[in-house]
């Protein structure tokens, strides 16, 4: 039996991965757009691969869904983290927990909520835990709760995010926070990513960078509306899922919110039921041109980040040698 895990060894364990990673980047879990085809994806192509549970109609589903996955991937099995809705309003916390610990995932992304209620049990099975959060309020609370890192959300970020700058928030979190951090928000090329670590993050944590990929579960007129966008075309509005959401103009000039949805809460139906679901994309679809294989998004990202790197180096600028006014000293 594997030794019970010790205080912090989460951490441990997630720097272990992201150092084996062919880049420090997440494939980030989304809504109706990320199955297991693009997790796996992801994971064979050397970076971390993540799907909302809930993308999976029922728990059974999600059990086989991981089978396939796990023993598909073999060895880059460590790289998927599967997300986890933390709300009130999903009714299957306790049994998409327990599907985890049977799969022996190695660390589960919570979205929309507290992790409160769930880092013991995840810890107890030898899971590490990240939790997405938009505020440093959200993030000191997930901090005591017991986390092993901490997404950072964004402005400009696709899905449900936040509005804080990125240099600011990576620089406060970091100031009490010596976990891991990934951040999330319209990063979409190699330099972003190297500028994400500049910056004091770990990860770097991109959705909107997939969604027109061919293992995307987009269809033709949402992946060509992202094909189309640009920075301007992103709209951010509660009036879809009661919280701040960024959704692509394109989608709203066609459909009319629902007034009554500020105040509606968040509804986990909406999430899994089959029905029209808006079209949601983040600041970084300027950085699609075309529908790409996911191994081909992920290496023009690693050629991009070696080019930042070396453009980098090249521009940066040594202690200059003291500035002496005369001969005379
Ligand atoms: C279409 C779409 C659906 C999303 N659904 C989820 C979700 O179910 N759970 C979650 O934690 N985040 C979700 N997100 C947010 C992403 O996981 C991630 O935080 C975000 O895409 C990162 O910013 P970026 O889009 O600028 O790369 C979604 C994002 C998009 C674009």
Not at 128 to 134: G, I, K, Q, R, S
Not at 246 to 264: F, G, K, M, R, V
Request: glycine letters at 10%.
């Amino acid at each position: 039996m594997a030794s019970p895990p010790t205080a912090g060894s989460g951490v441990a364990r997630l720097h272990t991965l992201i150092a084996e990673l062919r880049l420090p980047v997440v494939a980030a879990p989304m809504t109706r757009i990320s199955g297991p085809e693009l997790v796996a994806a992801a994971c064979a192509a050397g970076i971390i691969g993540s799907m909302p549970a809930h993308n999976a109609s029922t728990t059974a589903e999600l059990d086989s869904m991981l089978t396939g996955l796990l023993s598909g991937l073999g060895d880059a099995g460590r790289l998927l983290m599967p997300n986890l809705v933390v709300h009130r309003a999903n009714s299957r916390i306790d049994a998409d927990l327990e599907c985890f610990a049977d799969h022996q995932v190695s660390a589960v992304i919570t979205s929309v909520g507290a992790p409160d209620s769930v880092v013991r049990s995840l810890h107890r099975a030898g899971i590490a835990v990240l939790a997405d959060v938009a505020s440093v309020a959200h993030a000191e609370r997930a901090v005591r709760a017991g986390v092993d890192g901490l997404v950072l959300l964004t402005a400009g970020a696709g899905g449900q995010t936040g509005a804080a700058n990125p240099f600011a928030f990576v620089r406060e979190v970091r100031l009490r926070f010596d976990g891991v951090i990934a951040l999330a928000g319209g990063i979409g090329d190699g330099r972003s990513i190297l500028a994400a670590q500049v910056a004091g993050a770990d990860l770097a944590y991109l959705g909107t960078r997939f969604l027109a990929t061919d293992k995307s579960r987009a269809d033709e007129r949402y992946r060509q509306a992202v094909l189309e966008a640009g920075l301007d075309d992103v709209r951010l509005t509660s009036r879809i899922s009661g919280i701040p959401s960024s959704i692509l103009q394109s989608w709203l000039d066609q459909h009319e919110p629902d007034p009554a949805i500020t105040t509606a809460g968040f509804d986990f139906g909406s999430l899994t039921d089959a029905g029209p679901f808006a079209w949601s994309a983040g600041h970084a679809v300027s950085a699609i041109r075309q529908t790409d294989s996911v191994a081909d998004v992920v290496a023009a990202l690693d050629a991009e980040y070696r080019s930042a790197v070396d453009d980098t180096l090249a521009r940066w600028r040594p202690t200059p040698t003291p500035h002496t006014t005369s001969g005379k000293e």
